[in-house]
């Protein structure tokens, strides 16, 4: 296993400062053609419940005028289950959502909801759209993934992340550890295997190298630093930090 590892970008954060003074803008959509154009392979985008940030008009206008795979990242109730069926987009990732979390902390009890998460998702697959589960570095989750038929498991960085960013060195050595266990292993299974959360410049490289990985979403980090050196610079940094890693 090996080849191009996809950058997925997450365009959420767009939408969070637009949403902050209730104006038009800045408009995700165009974020995300631009995205597009700057080199990212797909965009992703997450309709929460609470709408804090992505809308719905966005996600139909997202469909509407990406030409690049739309991932759209939604919690597993019958209300997002109806949107993702009536949009229909590339891929639907699945992940928890807990209204006062700040961002998705953790990755989904597939073992536990399995029933539930299986019978979830079989008319997303019906529907052709990819199902992806965001799970911890886990053997039983990515095992219960693999029974319930899920296309894709994404594996949560954030823990290798933050202990990287806090300076905690053999904690990051034991989650970037427990991730390469899992990318192997869902791959073993069957399951493509996507990785994300928390990445930067800094903590890329490792989780790019694992041969198993075939897409990473980005979106924060790659937001905050459009700031200071616009969208394209930073997509192309984090390209190049990519390939270079799988290189
Ligand atoms: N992947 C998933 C499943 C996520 O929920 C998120 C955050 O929305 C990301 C990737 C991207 O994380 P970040 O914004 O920290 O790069």
């Known amino acids: 296993m090996s080849g191009k590892l996809r950058l997925g970008v997450n365009i959420d954060h767009v939408a969070t400062v637009r ?124 095992e219960a993934a693999a029974r319930i038929g899920a296309a894709v498991v994404e594996i949560h960085t954030g823990a290798y992340c933050d202990a990287h960013h806090e300076g905690r060195i053999a904690d990051r050595d034991a989650e970037l550890a427990r991730i390469a266990v899992a990318a192997e292993h869902a791959h073993a299974l069957g399951l493509e295997v996507h990785g994300g959360h928390g990445l930067t410049f800094e903590t890329v490289a490792p989780v790019a190298a694992l041969p198993q990985m075939q897409e990473l979403n980005i979106g924060h980090f790659l937001i905050g630093e459009a700031i200071f050196t616009g969208l394209a610079e930073a997509i192309a940094g984090m390209r190049q930090r990519m390939d270079a890693a799988r290189a």
């Not at 949403?19 to 992703?44: S, W, Y």
């Not at 809308?55 to 991932?71: G, M, Q, S, W, Y």
């Not at 700040?102 to 998460?117: I, K």
């Open 19 to 142: 949403n902050a003074r209730g104006t038009a803008f800045p408009d995700p959509v165009r974020a995300g053609l631009l995205a597009a154009q700057a080199g990212a392979d797909g965009i992703t985008a997450h309709l929460r419940e609470d709408r804090r940030h992505i809308h719905d008009d966005d996600i139909a206008r997202l469909k509407a005028e990406l030409t690049v795979p739309l991932n759209f990242e939604m919690a597993a109730t019958a209300e997002m289950q109806e949107i993702a069926l009536r949009h229909r987009p590339h891929a639907v990732c699945l992940v928890p959502e807990r209204r006062e979390e700040r961002t998705t902390e953790g990755g989904l009890d597939v073992v536990h909801e399995e029933a539930r998460l299986g019978a979830f998702i079989a008319p997303l697959r019906e529907a052709g759209c990819r199902v992806s589960l965001f799970i911890g570095a886990d053997s039983a989750q990515i």
